[in-house]
């Protein structure tokens, strides 16, 4: 007992209170949206009476006001991100309880953290037949996610003092810094977030989408989320609003740091990025052989083939989600090469997740080391990224993600099977819900969704999502021995 008297439980209630107050204020748009829309605005106030004394509590607690962390206190930043992520999840899914659309707890929660976690896996059977207001909150679970909860916490933390860039760095997706502070690179990240979203809305207003749908297209692609309000997600769009969509998601997959430099005029030390490279690399090979395939293998045009292919490519890697298409229709070798997609992820510090484009580059290095040695076993060869070397400690924390992300799908899959989900469909699920892609393979492809799951699976699959979200380390360390000690 007086080891957990040791947490800083007034920091973890101050952080709790702001994120309330992040969702008090999108309660608030949805109230407006649905009022606009004349539809029941009372599962949005009951949200925020259901959060507001815990605001109240800690807005009027002095201690909690003024909580800081504890100088080399190492365990309050991982507690915090992973229950903040479970937190957000739970409160998210009030306003689908609240609403009269017959969706269990389990089935919300669900919904809830698949939008949070930008992951875009849905049990919703119906998507339209919600009423705007809830699409609304549930795309927006996604814009708010994409960032990174985290990241808007400190935005509106001034005083937090939570040492500088630790809590920002456990947050998965925005690991590379644009400038030293996390407040000041937290802003940065917004901006260039938020222009993004503003310039998708626009293009897509231009190609005759309506303006709710825009708004809801636009916070599934910039947090590359997935979340449409259509059934069909994307597949009954005109091309022009494909090709959007499409050049969208590819810049939000793209690492926010090349972001900045290119609007700093800084172009040729973007492009000389080896991720940005790689990631480009990845899209242009897959796709094109997709496309070939397509074309050569149905009886498609060499248009459709190309927009099919290269739609379905960049929604997989950047784990948006998005669909066109049906891939399962597709060639059996095509689908199986989708799956292997799925294990390639975005670019880091975008907000796209997987196992990310930067990952498999010092793999890819380090593989070449290896052949090196075996002819010149006395060489020195540090592994280099972006023509800077690499120390040793942090290349084999990389190769040590990687090893332990494929046996996590392994034993994802595996328990998947074990509540009663065949073997193509629970790798699939595993997949793309630690990968934070949305659709997978099996049962539950792009043409289906996850409500005939077992509650045991689903529950499952949350854990992968939280834990893909947060890349693995933040929450397996959690039931670590040394974690435990510490406390």
């Given at each position: 007992?007086?080891?957990?008297?040791?947490?800083?439980?007034?920091?973890?209630?101050?952080?709790?209170?702001?994120?309330?107050?992040?969702?008090?204020?999108?309660?608030?748009?949805?109230?407006?949206?649905?009022?606009?829309?004349?539809?029941?605005?009372?599962?949005?106030?009951?949200?925020?009476?259901?959060?507001?004394?815990?605001?109240?509590?800690?807005?009027?607690?002095?201690?909690?006001?003024?909580?800081?962390?504890?100088?080399?206190?190492?365990?309050?930043?991982?507690?915090?991100?992973?229950?903040?992520?479970?937190?957000?999840?739970?409160?998210?899914?009030?306003?689908?309880?609240?609403?009269?659309?017959?969706?269990?707890?389990?089935?919300?929660?669900?919904?809830?953290?698949?939008?949070?976690?930008?992951?875009?896996?849905?049990?919703?059977?119906?998507?339209?037949?919600?009423?705007?207001?809830?699409?609304?909150?549930?795309?927006?679970?996604?814009?708010?996610?994409?960032?990174?909860?985290?990241?808007?916490?400190?935005?509106?933390?001034?005083?937090?003092?939570?040492?500088?860039?630790?809590?920002?760095?456990?947050?998965?997706?925005?690991?590379?810094?644009?400038?030293?502070?996390?407040?000041?690179?937290?802003?940065?990240?917004?901006?260039?977030?938020?222009?993004?979203?503003?310039?998708?809305?626009?293009?897509?207003?231009?190609?005759?989408?309506?303006?709710?749908?825009?708004?809801?297209?636009?916070?599934?692609?910039?947090?590359t989320g997935g979340f449409s309000p259509k059934?069909?997600?994307?597949?009954?769009?005109?091309?022009?609003?494909?090709?959007?969509?499409?050049?969208?998601?590819?810049?939000?997959?793209?690492?926010?740091?090349?972001?900045?430099?290119?609007?700093?005029?800084?172009?040729?030390?973007?492009?000389?990025?080896?991720?940005?490279?790689?990631?480009?690399?990845?899209?242009?090979?897959?796709?094109?052989?997709?496309?070939?395939?397509?074309?050569?293998?149905?009886?498609?045009?060499?248009?459709?083939?190309?927009?099919?292919?290269?739609?379905?490519?960049?929604?997989?890697?950047?784990?948006?989600?998005?669909?066109?298409?049906?891939?399962?229709?597709?060639?059996?070798?095509?689908?199986?090469?989708?799956?292997?997609?799925?294990?390639?992820g975005g670019s880091t510090g975008s907000t796209?997740?997987?196992?990310?484009?930067?990952?498999?580059?010092?793999?890819?290095?380090?593989?070449?080391?290896?052949?090196?040695?075996?002819?010149?076993?006395?060489?020195?060869?540090?592994?280099?990224?972006?023509?800077?070397?690499?120390?040793?400690?942090?290349?084999?924390?990389?190769?040590?993600?990687?090893?332990?992300?494929?046996?996590?799908?392994?034993?994802?899959?595996?328990?998947?099977?074990?509540?009663?989900?065949?073997?193509?469909?629970?790798?699939?699920?595993?997949?793309?819900?630690?990968?934070?892609?949305?659709?997978?393979?099996?049962?539950?492809?792009?043409?289906?969704?996850?409500?005939?799951?077992?509650?045991?699976?689903?529950?499952?699959?949350?854990?992968?999502?939280i834990l893909g979200r947060l890349e693995l380390?933040?929450?397996?360390?959690?039931?670590?021995?040394?974690?435990?000690?510490?406390?």
């Amino acid at each position: 007992m007086n080891k957990f008297s040791q947490l800083n439980i007034n920091l973890s209630l101050k952080v709790v209170s702001r994120i309330m107050l992040i969702v008090t204020a999108s309660m608030t748009i949805c109230t407006i949206i649905a009022a606009h829309y004349n539809e029941n605005i009372s599962p949005y106030l009951y949200t925020i009476l259901a959060i507001l004394p815990v605001i109240i509590f800690s807005l009027l607690n002095p201690n909690i006001r003024k909580a800081v962390q504890k100088k080399n206190n190492k365990r309050d930043p991982y507690l915090i991100v992973t229950f903040s992520w479970i937190l957000i999840g739970l409160v998210g899914s009030l306003p689908y309880i609240f609403n009269d659309v017959n969706i269990s707890f389990t089935d919300a929660f669900f919904e809830s953290v698949s939008g949070f976690t930008t992951t875009g896996s849905s049990i919703l059977t119906d998507i339209e037949a919600l009423p705007k207001s809830l699409l609304f909150w549930r795309s927006m679970t996604h814009w708010i996610g994409g960032i990174g909860i985290i990241v808007l916490v400190i935005l509106i933390m001034p005083g937090m003092q939570i040492g500088g860039y630790q809590l920002f760095s456990k947050e998965s997706s925005l690991q590379e810094k644009i400038s030293p502070k996390a407040k000041s690179a937290g802003f940065r990240l917004l901006l260039i977030y938020i222009g993004l979203t503003i310039a998708e809305v626009i293009f897509l207003l231009l190609g005759k989408m309506p303006l709710f749908d825009s708004v809801c297209h636009a916070f599934g692609t910039v947090a590359t989320g997935g979340f449409s309000p259509k059934n069909t997600s994307i597949a009954d769009y005109s091309p022009y609003i494909q090709y959007v969509i499409m050049i969208f998601m590819l810049l939000a997959g793209t690492n926010f740091t090349i972001h900045y430099l290119v609007l700093h005029g800084k172009i040729g030390k973007a492009i000389k990025n080896e991720e940005l490279r790689l990631y480009l690399f990845f899209v242009l090979l897959i796709g094109t052989i997709i496309t070939l395939g397509l074309f050569f293998n149905t009886n498609r045009s060499f248009e459709s083939s190309f927009r099919s292919s290269f739609f379905q490519v960049i929604s997989i890697i950047t784990c948006t989600g998005f669909a066109s298409d049906d891939y399962l229709l597709w060639p059996n070798f095509l689908w199986v090469l989708i799956f292997f997609t799925m294990f390639l992820g975005g670019s880091t510090g975008s907000t796209a997740g997987g196992i990310k484009i930067s990952r498999h580059l010092i793999l890819l290095k380090n593989i070449r080391r290896r052949f090196i040695l075996m002819m010149s076993p006395l060489a020195v060869l540090p592994v280099r990224y972006n023509s800077k070397s690499i120390s040793e400690e942090s290349n084999s924390k990389v190769l040590g993600f990687i090893g332990l992300y494929f046996i996590v799908f392994l034993l994802g899959s595996l328990a998947l099977t074990f509540t009663g989900i065949d073997i193509q469909t629970s790798a699939g699920a595993a997949a793309t819900s630690m990968a934070g892609i949305g659709p997978g393979i099996g049962s539950v492809g792009p043409a289906a969704n996850f409500y005939h799951l077992p509650i045991t699976s689903k529950y499952i699959l949350i854990f992968l999502m939280i834990l893909g979200r947060l890349e693995l380390f933040t929450v397996l360390i959690l039931f670590s021995r040394s974690f435990r000690r510490a406390l």
